[in-house]
């Protein structure tokens, strides 16, 4: 009798045991850690304020409406000097913040020494049919469509879009759109101390509109230069693109 | 003994009782097997399926969805239904008229959007002032110049109507009958409605050759705007806004209808100035079944449409800054405006806008 009251409550014991989870939910991978990458967008020293027309480039008053762009190609310098990638795609939509930060997961666990990535899409992606990419993604027809030419050379990489002040005459409009596979920004900062060693990182850099009009060319904003689509041979992609590499300068590394 | 057993009794009743919470959640009891879940046909090139998780597309619920779209129940005098305005051999819209007439007389200010591929739309009305196709759905049906219907009535209404309930049962497992559900099943029924067999599909697919008109009228619609007479060939920059295999971005925009505005169009959803005449870019899809144009139907025709490209764009602060550039208009030819038009009519999709799954079936 005593044995079968043992048994009766071992069965008890069992039977309560917790569920077996089944679906625990996101896994961190082993050996890895998370990289915040955060833009800030300025203008010279002003945090940029969307639809306010009140930037002087020098050579026009002008505000902006949109500022919208990839980001790819992230890359980390070890201290061998060998440059590791961190998968993964962003898009920065500026629509109605001055600043946006995107997590890459999946970085290796380590103390790195420099930090490069691209504005823009891999010459492979940007070619690549966009109906691949599940819904949500980066590059999706639903989240990247409005930067994406159907038929032409892939994405936007980055859009600056905004109003201009014309003296005497209605404001006008401007939309630059730089994205050709030769277009392709590199921003890389070396000399950095990154760890990543254990707990996740933060890099911030700034991307400053007034270099874009003005470092190193003087750009003047006017009904003939209002616009590029960044066809061959387009002086105004040329120029903005040429400009576009004194625009981003690192903020600063936490921790 | 006698008491040993009481207790083991006991003590087995208490382990069934005390591990309920263990137990695997029973589904809620219906009173209809589960609805069969609808298949999308794989159209190469499109975006993947983006119906929503609360709503899952089945057979019956897309079935309800269609009595319910066709039903003239749901207007206040029982005359007119979502399908009045939304006729099928129009790609969806209203018969060519550039006004919709409501049940009292009364017409609408703005011209009736085709329906399809709306799964894949974000924000919906020419002012975009419905976040969701389950909330534009209802839109209409209330509207006082629309459906001019109260939804309790409409609701007692299908309610005394014979096959609602069991239709309602097949769909959602239960006979209710509410506006939650009403609005569920016209989201299945409209986002089962994919467009995407037209000539052109069948040209990318390799199943079908363009006309050298066509052929030139697609190099025109996807070429840049370039200044007539710089040597470049003619574009009509038509692809920045109805880009991707949708033919629209999905934004809003101020097309150079006109310089002042009587219909403000987004802004009276954003309460931003700098939306001032901003209206959704439209899918161009179906565009030779869907006249009149515009948000208004200001234009009976797409080669009217093509003029206003061509040579009438008015300026204004909201005007797209891509237009801006192309001072009053792109300046084609009258060839090379035929062609463009040649182009757009390969968008139509004769399968789609006759496929029977969309049809009225009340009319026999």
């Known amino acids: ?169 209605p404001m006008g409009g401007f939309a630059y759109h730089i994205g050709r596979d030769d277009l392709l920004l590199e921003v890389k900062e070396e000399g950095i101390v990154l760890n990543l060693q254990e707990n996740p990182a933060s890099v911030i850099f700034r991307m400053d509109l007034k270099k874009y009009f003005n470092d190193p060319n003087t750009f003047t904003v006017s009904p003939e230069t209002s616009f590029t689509h960044s066809t061959v041979n387009d002086t105004v992609a040329d120029q903005l693109f040429q400009n576009m590499h004194s625009m981003m300068t690192l903020v600063a590394v936490n921790p | 003994m006698k008491k ?34 609808y298949t999308f046909p794989v159209l190469p090139g499109f975006p993947a399926q983006n119906t929503k998780a609360d709503n899952p597309l089945t057979i019956e619920g897309i079935e309800l969805g269609r009595s319910l779209f066709y039903d003239p129940v749901l207007s206040g005098d029982n005359t007119q239904s979502c399908g009045s305005c939304h006729n099928a051999v129009n790609g969806f ?67 005394q109507l014979p096959g609602y309930k069991a239709k309602f049962g097949r769909a959602f497992g239960t006979e209710d009958i509410n506006s939650e559900r009403i609005a569920k099943a016209l989201e299945q029924f409209i986002f089962s409605m994919i467009s995407g067999q037209s000539k052109h599909d069948l040209v990318l697919r390799g199943m079908a050759s363009y006309t050298d008109s066509e052929q030139r009228g697609q ?50 959803v954003t309460n931003n100035p700098l939306d001032r005449g901003k209206f959704k870019v439209p899918s161009l899809r179906n565009i030779a079944l869907t006249a009149p144009y515009m948000h208004d139907g200001r234009f009976t025709t797409l080669e009217e449409v093509i003029d206003h490209y061509n040579s009438g764009i008015k300026s204004s602060l909201t005007l797209d800054p891509n237009m801006k550039s192309q001072g009053s208009g792109l300046g084609l030819n009258p060839l090379q405006k035929a062609d463009l038009v040649a182009f757009l009519k390969t968008l139509t999709d004769t399968a789609f806008v006759n496929n029977p799954q969309f049809q009225d079936p009340f009319t026999p």
């Open chain 2, 219 to 268: 190099d025109i619609f996807r070429a840049e705007f370039s200044v007539p007479g710089s040597g470049r060939p003619a574009g009509g920059d038509c692809f920045h806004c109805h880009t991707t295999v949708l033919f629209t971005n999905n934004q809003f925009a101020n097309n150079g209808l006109d310089s002042v505005f009587t219909d403000v169009g987004y802004e009276s």
């Open chain 1, 1 to 169: 009798m005593k044995k079968l009251l043992f048994f009766v409550l071992l069965l008890g014991l069992q039977a309560c045991k917790d569920p077996e989870v089944t679906n625990p939910g996101p896994v961190p991978v082993a050996g890895t850690t998370s990289l915040n990458l955060q833009l800030e967008h300025y203008f010279g020293n002003e945090a940029i304020v969307l639809n306010q027309f009140t930037y002087n480039t020098g050579q026009n008053t002008l505000g902006f409406s949109n500022i919208q762009y990839f980001i790819s190609g992230v890359q980390l310098k070890k201290a061998d000097g060998s440059w590791i990638s961190v998968p993964g795609y962003a898009q920065f939509t500026a629509q109605s913040i001055s600043s946006g930060t995107t997590q890459f997961t999946e970085v290796p666990k380590g103390l790195y020494e420099g930090i490069r990535f691209n504005i823009g899409v891999d010459s492979v992606a940007n070619h690549t049919d966009p109906s691949i990419w599940p819904n949500g993604h980066p590059l999706s027809i639903m989240e990247g469509g409005p930067m994406h030419w159907s038929w032409n050379s892939g994405y936007i990489f980055i859009k600056v879009e905004g109003q201009y002040e014309i003296p005497g005459n």
């Open chain 2, 4 to 37: 040993y057993f009481t207790f083991l009794a006991f003590i087995l009743f208490g382990i069934l009782t005390a591990c309920k919470d263990d137990l695997p959640v029973q589904p809620p009891v219906t009173d209809y097997p589960a609805p069969t879940p």
């Open chain 2, 93 to 159: 819209t209203d018969n060519g008229k550039a006004f919709s007439t409501g049940i009292t007389g009364a017409e609408g200010t703005r011209n009736s959007m085709p329906l399809f591929n709306l799964q894949w739309n974000t924000r919906f009305f020419w002012d975009g002032r419905a976040a969701t196709l389950r909330q534009q759905v209802l839109m209409p049906i209330q509207d006082p110049v629309e459906m001019h219907e109260l939804l309790p009535n409409a609701i007692a209404e299908l309610s």
